[in-house]
């Protein structure tokens, strides 16, 4: 399947030969070929072992060796990266909260790490250098960020942290419970509905830089409370979209350091998550 996030679609887990298959039974074998549907399989058809290494019984045809699962992705793995990828966003906006980073510094750090995160997403393999050096200057700019808005709403950090886990977890739930079903359906509506979110938040940013104000008004007020329920929403969804593809990535046992992408693409859901709900919370306390 191919997820709504950049870094997972560019790498083609999938239970399905083609674009987007987001059906969980496995397809039939292609052609008498059952590694012809995964992408990472070693292929034994490729190349014709040596006669002595065939062997068959009477009326049954020649089965080639299952593949290895050496170097293959595993949950455990995707855990760890996660944890390491995340501990050093934690450990970098602590760093800025305790020493009263700049918010010019850390809008800085916010654009170094945006940079980080493209060239990432269009590298055909993981660099954990990269990957950690996003977190490091995303946990400059969250640190930061969150130390302003707090000052201004007391707790509105804790209460943003707390919102993402609790929606991380009841996706997670929701997701191995099977209430939540990525099917292609479900991708499709994510998808546009990310890109209509976008699009709008855009012209609302336009608006804003050259009328001043606040463009549109879909980052206060009502609009604000309506569109950033949106955001989270959306980013729950895309949450359950990442589970599925780590889901189908260790079923057809991507690489080792597909792992990275993993944990590199659920921290940008998760840095999505709580930057909405710190916003959220900012709006809701703040006309109080």
Avoid: C, H
Wanted: positive net charge; without cysteine; glycine residues 12%.
């Amino acid at each position: 399947m191919r997820s709504s996030n950049p870094v997972f679609s560019r790498r083609g887990f999938s239970r399905t030969s083609g674009y987007a298959g987001f059906n969980a039974q496995q397809q039939p074998p292609q052609a008498g070929n059952p590694y012809a549907t995964n992408p990472y399989a070693a292929n034994p058809y490729a190349q014709q072992p040596d006669a002595a290494q065939q062997t068959q019984t009477a009326g049954q045809p020649y089965a080639p060796p299952a593949a290895p699962s050496a170097g293959r992705m595993t949950m455990d793995d995707v855990v760890a990266r996660t944890g390491m990828t995340l501990g050093l966003v934690v450990v970098t906006a602590a760093v800025a909260w305790f020493t009263g980073l700049s918010l010019g510094l850390a809008v800085g750090a916010g654009l170094v790490a945006m940079v980080l995160g493209f060239v990432q997403t269009f590298k055909r393999k993981a660099s954990p250098a990269l990957i950690l050096a996003y977190a490091a200057f995303e946990g400059l700019f969250l640190g930061a960020l969150s130390n302003y808005v707090n000052q201004w709403v007391n707790g509105a950090a804790m209460q943003a942290v707390l919102g993402t886990m609790a929606v991380f977890t009841a996706v997670l739930v929701l997701y191995k419970t099977r209430v939540i079903r990525v099917t292609q359906r479900f991708y499709r509506f994510v998808m546009a509905a990310a890109i209509g979110f976008v699009l709008l938040m855009a012209v609302n940013l336009l608006f804003a830089a050259f009328g001043g104000g606040d463009g549109l008004g879909f980052r206060s007020g009502g609009l604000g409370i309506l569109f950033g329920v949106i955001g989270v929403v959306l980013g729950a969804l895309f949450l359950a979209l990442d589970f599925k593809q780590v889901e189908d990535g260790i079923a057809y046992g991507a690489p080792k350091e597909e792992a990275w992408l993993s944990a590199f693409g659920l921290t940008l859901t998760l840095v999505w998550i709580y930057l909405e709900f710190l916003r959220l919370i900012a709006i809701l306390q703040g006309d109080n």
